[in-house]
């Protein structure tokens, strides 16, 4: 089984030029937890999680402004680099990647543009489809 069987290919992503309040306004009304980044050839520059923005304490502090925290450029909080998988790879290369991380979602791409994700959820999915 193939990547490609199990992702999901309409992602929900933001541009790099994008900030916080955008993204926090997508994840809370798409009820998702993550979204990748990518610039403006599709390319995945990173990938931004709940996690990434609660690990931001600084942004919980009482003295800190919520205007100036919905305009904190993406860029800033975004885990770069992240790692992604190819559409093509066999489905226990993300399993493995999965098994030995805290990954909940990889973003999938094919000649190096996202075309795809693939969460955790989407693997067990998968059981039933075999």
């Given at each position: 089984?193939?990547?490609?069987?199990?992702?999901?290919?309409?992602?929900?992503?933001?541009?790099?030029?994008?900030?916080?309040?955008?993204?926090?306004?997508?994840?809370?009304?798409?009820?998702?937890?993550?979204?990748?980044?990518v610039?403006?050839?599709?390319?995945?520059?990173?990938?931004?999680?709940?996690?990434?923005i609660?690990?931001?304490?600084?942004?919980?502090?009482?003295?800190?402004?919520?205007?100036?925290?919905?305009?904190?450029?993406?860029?800033?909080?975004?885990?770069?680099?992240?790692?992604t998988i190819?559409?093509e790879?066999?489905?226990?290369?993300?399993?493995?990647?999965?098994?030995?991380?805290?990954?909940?979602?990889?973003?999938?791409?094919?000649?190096?543009?996202?075309?795809?994700?693939?969460?955790?959820?989407?693997?067990?999915?998968?059981?039933?489809?075999?």
């Amino acid at each position: 089984m193939k990547t490609s069987d199990l992702m999901e290919e309409e992602v929900v992503f933001v541009f790099e030029s994008a900030n916080l309040g955008e993204v926090i306004d997508i994840l809370v009304k798409r009820r998702i937890n993550g979204l990748p980044v990518v610039d403006k050839q599709q390319r995945v520059v990173g990938i931004v999680t709940e996690g990434d923005i609660i690990a931001r304490t600084e942004i919980f502090d009482r003295d800190f402004d919520p205007n100036k925290l919905l305009l904190i450029p993406i860029a800033e909080i975004m885990t770069t680099h992240p790692i992604t998988i190819i559409k093509e790879n066999d489905i226990q290369l993300a399993l493995s990647i999965f098994a030995a991380t805290n990954i909940k979602q990889l973003p999938v791409v094919e000649n190096d543009r996202l075309v795809g994700i693939l969460a955790r959820k989407d693997l067990i999915k998968g059981i039933l489809k075999r």
